[in-house]
């Protein structure tokens, strides 16, 4: 995929659509910038968490997700 954005007099550029939706970034979110050895420059999102952290708990059947599947199972462990 090749892709430009054009810097503007601040210094700022718009990262374009395709590459936003590649990366999986949106508003807010930060990137990093790392020069290689040959010079070349990589982006990287930076994540603050991890991107799995939704899927967690989905292999515990009979058991949701959230704050009231929590709550409906412990009542249920203590007989209420």
Do not use: C, H
Not at 3 to 14: D, L, R, V, Y
Not at 18 to 47: C, H, K, W, Y
């Amino acid at each position: 995929m090749a892709a430009t954005a054009k810097i503007t007099s601040k210094g700022q550029i718009t990262v374009p659509l395709q590459v936003r939706r590649t990366l999986g970034i949106g508003s807010g979110d930060r990137l990093a910038f790392e020069e290689s050895a040959n010079g070349e420059m990589r982006v990287t999102p930076v994540r603050a968490k991890s991107p799995f952290a939704r899927y967690r708990g989905i292999g515990n059947p009979g058991f949701g997700s959230g704050r009231r599947s929590i709550i409906r199972r412990v009542r249920e462990l203590r007989g209420e």
